[in-house]
């Protein structure tokens, strides 16, 4: 059963910046891609920003242009630099592995961003 453990979040002030982690349990280079998600109460959860291959990356709508999702191999762990931070990015967020084709069912506990003057 892969693992996975976020962290990195926090309380930040509108336009601020976070940069979240997520460590994967076993070699990260094992996974097809990478993707952050994130949830607020009573929605579903969305996702935020994607990477293929370990280079092809893509992003919601909303978050284009000021966050960028990373991976370092190095450390066994996908990266989420936010930036331009806004209130409506509050929520928990998550980190998801593709094994092959298939998307992992399994999630972490998550890191709560709370964007908030």
């Known amino acids: 059963q892969v693992q996975l453990v976020e962290s990195g979040g926090g309380l930040v002030q509108p336009g601020g910046s976070l940069r979240l982690s997520c460590v994967v349990s076993?070699?990260?280079?094992?996974?097809?891609?990478m993707a952050w998600y994130r949830q607020t109460p009573g929605k579903q959860r969305e996702l935020v920003a994607g990477?293929?291959?370990?280079?092809?990356?893509h992003y919601a709508d909303s978050v284009t242009g000021r966050f960028a999702i990373s991976i370092d191999n190095a450390e066994n762990s996908v990266h989420l630099q936010m930036n331009s931070l806004k209130p409506e990015d509050t929520a928990v967020y998550y980190c998801?592995?593709?094994?092959?084709?298939?998307?992992?069912?399994?999630w972490g506990p998550g890191t709560q961003v709370t964007v908030s003057s």
């Open positions: 998801n592995y593709r094994y092959g084709s298939v998307w992992g069912n399994s």
């Open positions: 076993g070699s990260i280079s094992t996974f097809s891609a």
């Open positions: 990477i293929i291959g370990g280079r092809v990356t």
